[in-house]
């Protein structure tokens, strides 16, 4: 008893927890397939569309831009939608249902020690993948990009948006397979209204309205502006900014350890 | 009850010790269906104290509530002098648990997992001494997917033990290994408890908990059946078994009038009858009056499988229709 009572320093390990935590968590981040698709996919797109670029050169209808130029930020939202709603909760959704959550959860560490280390695992590779793709395009690829202040805001906030949304599946999924099956039912139609198989800019109409209110269309737009160094449309920040509020409260609602 | 052994007692220890864990009138139901239904044992320092009961009986549900895992309805239970309920973090640094259907994410290593866990508590044991002693730090690189289920169970003691707890909860920790696997296992548990560390098993398989445990709760339909040392339950409920051959052909009829007896089965020339009192004589002098001789009589006291069967028989109507 006398080891147990004197406990008055509950959280004199937890830094050490934490970087252990980070550190495994980590190594086996590298051991699953996500984190290489939210990385090596959206590298491998970037040289698409400036190979298709190299095809099409000039401007896209009225826009004023390249191919690559119009597709950069559909693929950087495409990368942070592939952390988010894929790797995120598939991973969480399994330690779950496996019962590993659980087993955390006797030991002085809380579970959700566990949540925000892999949430910060997928900020750094989200972040990692945003600057790959940046100085690639621009050293590289020739793409005209001026990235400020402004570029930064709203990268940070299309990475909440989509991770809020991943964690509304890993909130209601009951399992891996059932979280892979609604990540791959939101993934595409997700993809589309980002623009990567064809740009608002190019349907115009309705559709191009849908798109820029639709959470990755919204993100897509105001990272257009600030790639370009200039003020993104109110809209797209508000937007994006309600859903992240609407996809935050829902993945706290419905959120289990069990 | 007897008094069962306390093996670390020593001129620190009162005569009387505090029990480590303390549980009283423990009710837990899912829904309509009463999981434990006013369970009460105490458990003392130092001892092998088994929660044993047929699958769906309560038992997990049991030691959830102690390890803080579950809330209970009604009841009390003390860890320590702590409550799991409202002292879950104080509980936390001196229990480890070992939990049933419990994997780990399938691409961490044994030493990944052990160094992690060492990470949690405060004053963990050395990692690579554990390994050692539970036979699995030749495995230390291995991947999770890749072990197979002594070499898993190994590792799940040794999460449950890095923390230097000095209460273990194992939960049905033989399911599903082979049988040297089992007895190796075996081997562990009571190494665990000449460490000084208090373990609660929990089993199905009464050979275990015969073999291993210094008391025993028996649970059926969230009920104690039985609370005592292996040996006293296997007693008390009197299963005794003499099996002979006798030198006639016997109906059941004739058994059946013997005083005690409560069994009767027949294998090739073997007659077996369970029952309770003086059994092997009752049956040789009642069979020499029919003019029957026995033959290779073979006598010996009830196993606690025995035990089991009786208790949850007796009570086993009751028990359905609680639940």
Redesign the interface.
Known sequence: ?T??SD?AQ?H??SR??F???FK?QG??AL??PYGAVGLALPVGLLVVFWYIGTLNPGEVGSTGLTILELWIPTILVLSYTALGLIGLPAVFA??RE???L????????RPSRLLAVQLLLNVIIAAIATVIMIVVAVTLLGAPLTIGVEFVGVAILAIAELFSLGLVIAAIAPTQQAASYIAGGLFFPLLFFSGLWVQPAQVGGSLATIMYFSPTGAAVRALLYSVFNATPPYTTVVTMAVYTVIFAFLAVRFFRWE | MSLAPVPIASAAVPAEPEPVISVQHLVKRYGDVVAVDDVSFSIRKGEIFGIVGPNGAGKTTTVECI???RVPDSGRILV???SPRTDR??I????G?Q?Q?????P??TVG??V???A?????PLNADELLESLGIRTIEEKQFRTLSGGQKQRLSIA?ALV?NP?IAVLDELTTGLDPEARRETWGLIERIRDRGVTVVLVTHFMDEAERLCDRIALIDHGIVRALDTPEAIAARAGGFRVRFVPSAPVDDQTLRAIPGVESIERKDKYVTVRGTGDLAASVVDALAKAGIRVTELEARGGSLDDAFVMLTRETGPMGRDRA
């Not at chain 1, 659980?102 to 560490?109: C, D, G, H």
């Not at chain 2, 990470?119 to 004053?123: E, G, H, K, P």
């Open positions: 008893m080891s147990v406990s509950p004199v390990r050490g927890a970087s252990e935590l495994v190594r086996l051991r699953e399994r330690d496996i019962g590993w659980r087993r955390v959860s006797t030991t002085p560490v | 390890s803080g895992l320590e002098g702590f973090d104080k936390r640094q001196f229990v648990v939990l259907d419990c994997a780990l994410p691409r961490i990944e997992a160094g992690l866990f990470s949690f508590y405060r004053d999460l923390g000095t």
